[in-house]
């Protein structure tokens, strides 16, 4: 969900057919408003995959997250069961943290990294950049960034030109 900015459904049912591991995609199909889109795999996201691949049961089921324990193991985990333990390790480390908030850190870290609001956009699978931008916090980092870049570009264009003194 972090590095993908997926949505905590999209994670629910999510294919073993809709990753492609050589490429480091994956396919996620009827989105939001029913949208296909392509979200792209991390280093860190490709390893933690790979890893839980090598360890998850071989089973019929096409789900790619399977429940581990109890009286439902080997079924798909539904999207209650991920939010359950997202709740779960979140009052065990006592942060303030839902499966939204991995979406919203990807979209912050992005612009933060400057990643194009239009790139954050399409990896979300949002229809309008007013909904991408509401997603972005921008810290005062990238705000201050940004202004002394632009500064630099400003100044360069006035020096060299005799008309603007």
């Not at 073993?16 to 408003?33: A, E, F, V």
């Not at 933690?48 to 360890?55: C, R």
């Not at 399977?66 to 991920?82: D, N, T």
Request: aromatic content about 4%; glycine content about 6%.
């Amino acid at each position: 969900m972090l590095r993908c900015g997926l949505r905590v459904e999209e994670v629910a049912h999510l294919c073993l057919s809709h990753i492609d591991l050589k490429r480091r995609i994956l396919l996620i199909q009827d989105g939001k408003g029913a949208k296909d889109r392509i979200v792209y795999l991390s280093n860190d996201a490709l390893h933690a995959l790979l890893e839980y691949l090598g360890v998850r049961p071989a089973n019929k089921v096409r789900r790619v997250f399977l429940v581990e324990k109890g009286p439902l193991s080997g079924q798909p985990l539904s999207i209650r069961g991920i939010q359950k333990r997202m709740e779960y390790y979140a009052r065990k480390t006592n942060l303030r943290i839902s499966c939204h908030h991995l979406r919203h850190t990807m979209a912050t870290q992005m612009l933060n990294a400057d990643a194009d609001l239009s790139t954050i956009q399409d990896l979300l699978g949002h229809n309008s950049i007013r909904t991408t931008q509401r997603y972005c916090r921008v810290s005062n980092l990238k705000v201050q960034r940004d202004y002394y870049k632009a500064m630099e570009v400003i100044m360069q264009r006035t020096v060299g030109n005799p008309n603007n003194p």
